[in-house]
C-alpha cells in the first residue's frame, strides 16, 4: 500500500513547513487529490491516522478535495472535466486532447498555531 509512503512524505512536509513557521501545531491539512493520482483517499486518511501520532500533525484533520478529470481539446480550445477516465473530448469527439489536472496529489494548505 503506497499511501503509507505517501503519508510518511505529507508528514515531513507538514513538519518542515511548521517549522519554517515557528508553528507549533498544525490544525488541519488541506490536500487536493486527483481522480487519476493512483491514490484512494479512504486509504490515506486512514494511514495518516494512523502515522500522525507523536507528530506536530498529532491533532490535525485531514481535508481530502477529489480533483476531477480535466481535458483539453485542442480543437475545441477549452477545457472540460471529465467524470470517467475518457480523453474524447466530450464536445466533438475529438482525441486531440491533454490531460490539465486530476493526476496528482498536492498539499494545498496549512492550519497551523
Known amino acids: ?12 512536509q507538514c513538519e518542515d513547513i511548521a517549522k519554517k513557521h515557528n508553528a507549533k501545531e498544525v490544525k ?4 487536493k487529490i486527483g481522480k487519476l493520482s493512483g491514490v484512494e483517499p479512504y ?5 495518516f491516522e494512523t502515522f500522525k501520532e ?23 480550445k477549452r477545457d472540460f472535466v471529465v467524470k470517467e477516465f475518457a480523453l474524447a473530448c ?17 498539499l494545498m494548505s496549512l492550519e497551523m498555531e
Do not use: K
Request: aromatic fraction near 4%; glycine fraction near 4%.
Open 90 to 106: 466530450p464536445e466533438c469527439q475529438s482525441l486531440n486532447t491533454n490531460i490539465v489536472d486530476g493526476e496528482d496529489m498536492y
Open 43 to 47: 486509504l490515506l486518511e486512514s494511514a
Open 1 to 12: 500500500m503506497h499511501e503509507y509512503s505517501i503519508v510518511q512524505a505529507l508528514l515531513n
Open 54 to 76: 507523536g507528530t506536530i500533525c498529532e491533532r490535525a484533520i485531514l481535508q481530502i478535495d477529489i480533483q476531477d478529470i480535466i481535458i483539453y481539446c485542442q480543437n475545441c
Open 28 to 31: 488541519r491539512v488541506i490536500t
